[in-house]
């Protein structure tokens, strides 16, 4: 399989609790057993086989720890999107593909692929990975992996109705916020009201309540949330910085407001 130093090394509070049980039986399966590496990941998933709940640590993680987990959980919840529909589409694998590549580089990819499919082939526990997410990741870096898992829902060109229900999943088991969860599904699914869900409100809001949700939106989602992931998440926050902007711009043209 080659190195696996890029997720092994550093890999952060993963390799503990449900996500280090399922991605230590997946190693297993791929590599050799005498990697002394592999040993010390498989003891930890076997730690959290004993304890479902894990024991959550108090230490501090560096910021490739941070990283490597944030990496980690897109690719354990990914799984459940990409399946969510009941097929595997190319385009979606494509999402993933870039995002590792990004983020750490040609040499990853071919392994966080494989991975991936050894995610797609196991039967992934939402709720008691999402437990784990929302105890170690703050609530900027898990808007922005729910931002990344809507982009790879819809991109096939479809949102279907499982996928919806899925990501809704995701997010109660992450502990998003709902207003927050719609507001990320909106700026992918378009309708005449998608600016307003957007902003987290409805089209009979007051103008004042469109401003004050704007800014409110705008403060919980900025870039400067997920510096600590690295230049190119930051990027990808961004982007979503933008379209709660755009969001605003389009109420205020409607409404011809200042």
Known sequence: ??????????????????IGALIGFLFGSFVERGLDSMRQLNAGADAGREDPAYQRTTRTYTATEQRNSFMVSLLVLSSAIIKADGRVHQRELDVVRGFI???FGEQAVDEAMRLLDGLNRQQVNIYEVGAQIAAYMNYSQRLQLFHYLTNIATADGEFSKPEKEVLEAV?????LNASDAASVIAMYYKDSDSAYAVLGISPSATDDEVKSAYRR???????????TLGPDVQKAAEEKFRKVQEAYETIKKQRGMN
């Open 1 to 18: 399989m080659g190195s696996l130093k890029w997720i092994v090394g550093f890999l952060g509070w993963v390799s503990g609790g449900p």
């Open 101 to 103: 590549r990004q983020n």
């Open 171 to 175: 997010a109660a088991a992450i502990r």
């Open 217 to 227: 939106m705008a403060m919980k989602n900025h870039p400067d949330k997920v510096a």
